[in-house]
């Protein structure tokens, strides 16, 4: 088995991470475009692992193989000019955009009714009661999760348009970063991801939920010149939203226990801490077990041989558009990663997609392609005053990097859809802006 020497091996490979953000913080003058929020996700996502989990083996190869990558994404930056675009950017404004308007205004709280209202909807088509979801939540939203991970819940049109609406809340949310009111925003913005949260134990909805919202947040920045990061005079109240999303979460964690005993919590202190370092911090150790797996040194588990399936995996969405996608189990692999009782995981970040799709080396040409797409739509929605359509693509870019530690979020279709919807909102809002403005002046002229 892998000794200390590679865990020392590991945390070194995740710190020189941080060299190639430094290297665009340098070049274009911040860390928010895709290279320096793909280096410094990556150096977060392998080095608290690496570290609260210090006594796990695991091949420092693995680690290297994620530096590689970070670096050819990172030198896909470099052919562009960030200073121009970031010096056209400044002819853009808040006004530009009017992410603030009445009209995104009102589709952001008609989008929270409908999530909450679907979401009930679905769950009382499953056989679910209000009164159970009230009176017996913890019990209730276990049995769902359960429900959910055989595959025994009935979704249809209304989970599709539930799940728009619980993603679109957030984007609009994040939109509207630098408005009045903007800490009320973020919480009417998140709430229908914490409401599927804590009623169907879905943890990933509001994981999804919080990435739309960052990457609707960088948007907002791009518009408003303010392309740094949250300054440390906003960490209290930093701490305390995440004390309350922490809790949440952990009511989320308890009902896949079971039964809950407020007398017993010493009982389910081990059972919760497992759950908790097999969502947060195991896919790491799963994707380096794979990659012992695949470059054929010691792994612990056997994997299914499913090399170059040329997109099969990290589109998987796509490919079921043309229906020419693979029939995926639940979970999408078969495998799981297990450790002596400390976490547990069928999640190997979107490294393990992308090995299958192209190979070692070929995953890290299409990372470098990939990383050009990205920052060249950057670029273009930096010198442009309203690219709504590649500002639209940006934003699933980002969510897909943010998501990245965990799989790839282009298998699901929600990502293309939210990113549609965002686009048509967008070009509504323009319209309707330019409309009311030559009213406006006539409205003066007449008075």
């Known amino acids: ?240 939203g995440t004390a309350v999303v922490v809790f949440l979460i952990l009511i989320s964690f308890v009902s896949r226990l079971g039964e809950f005993d407020p007398g017993s919590l010493g009982a389910i202190s081990d059972p919760l801490l497992f759950s908790i370092y097999s969502y947060t911090l195991g896919q790491i150790y799963a994707f380096a077990d794979f990659f012992s797996f695949t470059i054929n040194q010691t792994a612990v588990n056997y994997f299914a041989n499913e090399y170059y399936s040329w997109g099969a995996f990290t589109f998987a969405s796509i490919f079921d558009m043309f229906g020419i996608g693979k029939d995926f189990p639940p979970g999408m692999y078969d495998e799981s990663v297990w450790y002596r009782d400390v976490f547990e995981t069928n999640l190997f970040t979107f490294f393990r997609g992308l090995i299958y799709d192209f190979g070692i080396v070929g995953s890290l040409i299409f990372i470098f392609v990939f990383g050009v797409f990205s920052h060249a739509v950057t670029w273009h929605v930096l010198r442009t005053t309203r690219a709504w359509f590649a500002l639209s693509i940006v934003l699933a870019l980002l969510v897909f990097i943010f998501m990245g530690y965990l799989f790839s979020v282009f298998v699901a279709r929600y990502v293309f859809l939210i990113a549609a919807v965002t686009w048509l909102l967008l070009h509504i809002n323009m319209y309707l802006n330019r409309v009311q403005k030559p009213l406006n002046v006539r409205c003066m002229i007449d008075s």
């Open 1 to 240: 088995m892998y000794g200390v020497e590679h865990k020392l091996l590991s945390i070194c490979y995740s710190l020189l991470m941080l060299l190639p953000a430094v290297a665009v913080r340098l070049v274009a003058g911040t860390f928010l475009i895709p290279a320096g929020i793909f280096s410094l996700l990556w150096f977060a996502c392998s080095f608290f692992p690496l570290i609260f989990l210090f006594t796990i083996p695991i091949n420092s190869l693995a680690i290297f193989y994620v530096l590689v990558a970070v670096f050819v994404f990172s030198i896909s930056a470099m052919p562009f000019n960030w200073r121009v675009a970031f010096e056209k950017n400044k002819d853009k404004s808040r006004l530009n955009a009017k992410f603030d308007s009445g009209f995104l205004t009102i589709v952001l709280y008609l989008s929270v009714t409908a999530s909450a209202s679907l979401s009930v909807l679905t769950m009382t088509i499953n056989g679910f009661t209000v009164e159970q979801v009230v009176f017996d939540l913890i019990r209730t939203s276990g049995k769902y999760a359960a429900f959910r991970s055989t595959e025994g819940l009935e979704y249809g049109a209304i989970g599709v348009l539930s799940t728009m609406f619980t993603y679109l809340c957030p984007v609009l949310g994040g939109l509207r970063i630098f408005a009045p009111k903007r800490e009320w925003f973020f919480l009417i913005s998140i709430a229908p991801s914490l409401m599927t949260m804590v009623t169907q134990s879905s943890k990933l909805a509001f994981l999804v939920s919080f990435c739309f919202y960052m990457a609707g947040a960088i948007i907002a920045k791009i518009y408003s010149n303010q392309m740094n990061l949250p300054k440390v005079s906003g960490l209290p109240k930093l701490i305390l």
